[in-house]
């Protein structure tokens, strides 16, 4: 499932900057949904899929598709709500003024893309998949930051690298405070972990203290416990962290063992975002 989110996550990578030329991702029989709005249709191949979105998008001009939040359904499928950001050729509307949003659901075998189905109606989407009970309103499209985290820690803590690494943004960096110590990229990140539970019989790590403080900045402390390889005794320290998310996906990881000058990084960061 990891080798999908990071096809999917690099499709998306292309169209927030607002280029939708590659389609190496894509199989060449692709077929391409789009089962609502207002000329529901579906076409096959890559170049019916190219003529499609021309159809569908070619009245704006700077269009940009943000991924807000993926799911990763099952061994085949990948669940993105995005939203997007454009201007009307005509009109000049500014799809921000409307909230522009889309559900894209991708169907993924052997490396490439088989089916896209795309949804206006992102309560339509949550029916097919059969997922009503996971709907999100629309004042609440970006994931809790602090579930998420919740959710990174519980994947490390099963020693699980290929979930936790799922957490994160390809380009991610993960630093310490005081060490000078910078991982940069999620392979770099991997290895890292990987190095570190090398020397440990049992290892954990427990999140207190988890906040939100707005704009994509998340302040826990944590605390690590550990028992080392060759020893009976368990070691345990206590640090803090701040996390910057962004689409739902960590950017930057930063650890620090002062526990007072993370928190007011963390606020300080939080409000410069704002």
Known sequence: MSANLDLVRSIYAD???????RADW????????????????????????????????????????????????DCERVLVFSRQS??????GLDFAQIRAE?????????????KLVTYADRDHALADLGLEESAMTKEST????????????????????????????????????????TFEG????????????????EL????????????????GVVVTKGRPVGSSGYVRHKNAV?????????????NYFDIDEARADAERLAEERG
């Open 204 to 219: 954990w790590v427990e999140l207190e203290e988890p906040l939100d403080l707005g704009n994509g900045v998340t302040f």
């Open 86 to 91: 454009g201007r009307g050729k005509a009109s």
């Open 242 to 254: 701040v996390t910057v998310w962004v689409g739902g996906l960590v950017e930057r990881v930063t």
């Open 142 to 181: 970006t994931p809790d930051p602090v579930e998420l985290r919740r959710g990174l820690l519980e994947a490390w803590n099963r020693r699980d690298f290929d979930a936790a690494q799922s957490f994160f943004a390809p380009d991610a960096v993960w630093e310490t405070v005081g060490l000078g110590t």
């Open 15 to 21: 169209w927030e900057r607002g280029d939708f030329s």
């Open 186 to 201: 999620v392979a770099a990140i991997r290895g890292f972990w990987q190095d570190w539970w090398a020397g440990y019989e």
């Open 26 to 73: 894509a199989d060449p029989e692709i077929e391409y949904v789009w089962p609502d709005g207002l000329a529901p249709g579906s076409s096959t191949g890559l170049v019916g899929m190219a003529e499609a979105m021309h159809e569908l998008l070619g009245g704006l001009e700077d269009l940009r598709t943000e991924a807000v939040e993926y799911r990763g359904l």
């Open 102 to 114: 889309a559900t894209d659901v991708f169907h993924i075998r052997d490396g490439k893309v088989t």
